[in-house]
């Protein structure tokens, strides 16, 4: 599950994860471009691959980007297509993959 997580985070932010710089980049004419904006999103996906990696400092620069609202409403949306992701791959319901990442049993 982890890898998963963090291989998502990696598309969001292919620089995040292989610890490469970013890449500058330029409007037309040559000059550097304003940082762009996170989206909850990117935010979620960074914030719950440092989490999962035990890296509190990008977790708390991750949950800087959006508001605290965002950031949960981004963590649901990558919760349910992590759940959804596994499930197709397992072959098994969204419900029963759920219930196994908790460890519960299902009722």
Same mark, same amino acid.
């Given at each position: 599950?982890?890898?998963?997580?963090?291989?998502?985070?990696?598309?969001?932010?292919?620089?995040?994860?292989?610890?490469?710089?970013?890449?500058?980049?330029?409007?037309?004419?040559?000059?550097?471009?304003?940082?762009?904006?996170?989206?909850?999103? !990117?935010? /979620?996906?960074?914030? #719950?691959? +440092?989490? @999962?990696?035990?890296? $509190?400092?990008?977790?708390?620069?991750? %949950?800087?980007?959006?508001?605290?609202?965002?950031?949960?409403?981004?963590?649901? !949306?990558? /919760?349910?297509?992590? #759940?959804? +992701?596994? @499930?197709?791959?397992? $072959?098994?319901?969204?419900?029963?993959? %759920?219930?196994?990442?908790?460890?519960?049993?299902?009722?």
């Amino acid at each position: 599950m982890t890898g998963f997580i963090r291989d998502l985070a990696g598309v969001l932010h292919p620089g995040r994860r292989t610890g490469a710089a970013r890449r500058t980049v330029l409007h037309r004419g040559g000059r550097p471009a304003a940082e762009r904006p996170h989206n909850l999103f !990117e935010a /979620a996906a960074c914030y #719950v691959a +440092a989490d @999962a990696e035990g890296d $509190e400092e990008r977790g708390a620069q991750a %949950a800087e980007w959006v508001s605290p609202e965002a950031l949960a409403f981004g963590i649901h !949306e990558l /919760a349910c297509r992590a #759940v959804l +992701a596994l @499930a197709r791959e397992r $072959e098994q319901s969204p419900r029963e993959v %759920a219930h196994d990442l908790l460890g519960l049993p299902l009722p």
